[in-house]
Nanobody, 126 residues
Framework: QAQLEESGGGLVQAGGSLRLSCAASGRAFSSYTVGWFRQAPGKEREPVASIFWRGNRTYYTDSVKGRFTISRDNDKSTVVLQMTSLKAEDTADYYC???????????????????WGQGNQVTVSD
């Protein structure tokens, strides 16, 4: 059984940057795709970014392309989401997730996620 522990997030002004980290403990997660979902108040949870276990394939939702960068270090069992040029619409609870599907399938309905983090709040003020 793996556990995902998130850190980072917080409050930042629009145009600023934040960094989210997701560290895995327990069962090795180096074979999983890992990424983040986010959920804003009154909205459905949506995938934000994910990275294949080899690190050579990624997914980004259109609204964050060019602003967010996901990376992973399997030796340290850590995945990082670097968020820049943040906008008010990025405000949400962000959840680290790990699953077996490749990144390009993370928008599919019925996607199976094996592990979830506890969630971190990101608030971007205008």
């Amino acid at each position: 059984q793996a556990q995902l522990e998130e850190s980072g997030g917080g409050l930042v002004q629009a145009g600023g940057s934040l960094r989210l980290s997701c560290a895995a403990s327990g069962r090795a997660f180096s074979s999983y795709t890992v990424g983040w979902f986010r959920q804003a108040p009154g909205k459905e949870r949506e995938p934000v970014a994910s990275i294949f276990w080899r690190g050579n394939r990624t997914y980004y939702t259109d609204s964050v392309k060019g602003r967010f960068t996901i990376s992973r270090d399997n030796d340290k069992s850590t995945v990082v989401l670097q968020m820049t040029s943040l906008k008010a619409e990025d405000t949400a609870d962000y959840y680290c997730a790990a699953g077996e599907s490749p990144p390009e399938q993370w928008t599919r309905r019925g996607l199976s996620i094996r592990y979830w983090g506890q969630g971190n709040q990101v608030t971007v003020s205008d």
